[in-house]
């Protein structure tokens, strides 16, 4: 009984996703039986036709996380490389809406949050996520986001066509409230469902390829910190292994932009 504020509060919070029920084992002795439960309060997570252990601590968002975790991940596309978008788009091109959206985070490992939004929309739309601030740079560059976290709605799957979630002002620090499951829910509801025909407002507009900088020794730096810095360009680097390969190709991309600003690489 004490705890029944944080119970409560959870049974909000995960509204959608989770049913948040309670059992009076002196009431229902046969059920607590069958559950095996010895003590109390007994904390268990049903799902897929089984039961898992809670024992994590007893706060709201504790709890919360829990259940997020065991939402199944299958929806969940990892984004890691700017071509990787285009796997996202061409599975949108499947659903009714021909929508995508890409969760952009600075956390290297899949979230509870983007399981739990890629798996109630399922059926409406096409979820990717890009993980890392620095493994996600050339995704961030090919999308237009200066911000991170940041949510991405690719209208018709069209790449030019975007709606964010959070302002995308670079260098202004997104409120962590706007990316709850709810909120991310809400706002993606708003472009897939069609009688709302939020997309219609979302006009086309080109992203600018980033450029090199021009005062970078590029062999002073990880073969890890090339790698991005290509793929940030859109470069395919199948087949590039050691360092100087890796050097030469992004010399050659800084001199055709020197070159050409427009240049297609």
Do not use: W
């Amino acid at each position: 009984k004490n705890r029944k504020p944080e119970y409560v509060a959870l049974a909000r919070e995960l509204q959608g996703y989770a049913k948040v029920g309670a059992v009076d084992c002196t009431d229902e002795e046969g059920l607590c039986e069958e559950h095996g439960i010895k003590g109390y309060p007994t904390l268990k997570l049903f799902y897929e036709g089984g039961s898992v252990p809670y024992e994590g601590g007893r706060t709201m968002q504790d709890m919360k996380e829990f259940v997020l975790g065991h939402i199944p991940g299958t929806s969940l596309y990892n984004v890691r490389q700017p071509k990787s978008v285009a796997s996202v788009v061409a599975e949108a091109a499947k659903k009714k809406t021909n929508m995508a959206a890409i969760y952009l985070t600075e956390s290297e490992s899949a979230s509870a949050i983007g399981r739990a939004v890629s798996f109630q929309l399922r059926k409406d739309l096409a979820f990717g996520e890009s993980r890392g601030a620095k493994v996600g740079a050339g995704v961030a560059a090919k999308l237009g986001v200066n911000v991170l976290p940041q949510l991405v709605v690719l209208c018709d799957g069209d790449v030019n066509r975007r709606a964010f979630l959070v302002d995308n002002v670079k260098g202004k620090k997104p409120d962590p409230s706007k990316f709850s499951p709810e909120r991310m829910i809400s706002f993606l509801q708003r472009y897939s469902d069609p009688k709302q025909k939020a997309c219609a407002s979302v006009k086309a507009e080109e992203v600018v390829k980033p450029r090199l900088p021009l005062d970078v020794d590029f062999a002073k730096l990880r073969v890890k910190e090339l790698r991005e810095m290509l793929e940030a360009q859109e470069v395919d680097v199948r087949g590039l292994t050691e360092k100087p390969e890796f050097v030469t190709r992004l010399e050659a991309v800084r001199a055709a932009q020197k070159a050409s600003p427009h240049i297609e690489l």
